[in-house]
């Protein structure tokens, strides 16, 4: 019977450690579990938040867009009314000139000699310098286009700039 008892107090004690063992197991397990639930809940919350400000973003991207293709299109209406008035006076002043008008002014006597060099000025046709003028207007409304599209930039940096600050 000794040996028995002795065995009984060893089976005992194994299952005792076998049961700590698997009843400790199942406590990381479930310690790691509720980690792993909280570390994932923690990542969705970070990637709902990402797309929040993604989205924020891109509408600012969008209005700053429609914004800069509204401003786009009316500055070329500007030029091109310009161009369009420009054009008009040029026929005006062409009519002016095929109706009788003389190309040839003298220089009034009280005229100094360096200003009476050729005794006359010539009026020259606006199409002669027509060009020089649409290539000025061209030059002019890029200019502006190029602007536009740098206050747009410095509005979206700004807007970057309050938004990190916060």
Request: glycine share 4%; net charge positive; aromatic share 8%.
């Amino acid at each position: 019977m000794p040996n028995f008892k002795k065995l009984s107090i060893a089976l005992t004690l194994i299952v005792a450690f076998v049961a700590g063992w698997i009843i400790n197991g199942w406590r990381w397990e479930s310690k790691w579990l509720r980690f792993e639930a909280e570390a994932n809940q923690q990542a969705l919350k970070q990637a709902q938040s990402v797309r929040q400000i993604e989205t924020s973003w891109q509408d600012l991207v969008n209005l700053t867009s429609i914004d800069l293709k509204n401003d786009y299109t009316a500055i070329n209406q500007k030029y091109q009314s310009a161009l369009r008035r420009i054009n008009d006076l040029s026929g005006q002043l062409e009519r002016v000139q095929s109706n009788g008008a003389s190309n040839t002014v003298s220089m009034p006597k009280t005229a100094s000699t360096a200003n009476r060099v050729g005794n006359s000025c010539k009026c020259r046709s606006f199409r002669s310098h027509g060009r020089g003028v649409e290539e000025a207007l061209a030059i002019a409304r890029d200019c502006d286009v190029l602007a536009t599209k740098y206050n747009e930039l410095l509005k979206l940096y700004q807007h970057v700039q309050l938004e990190i600050s916060k």
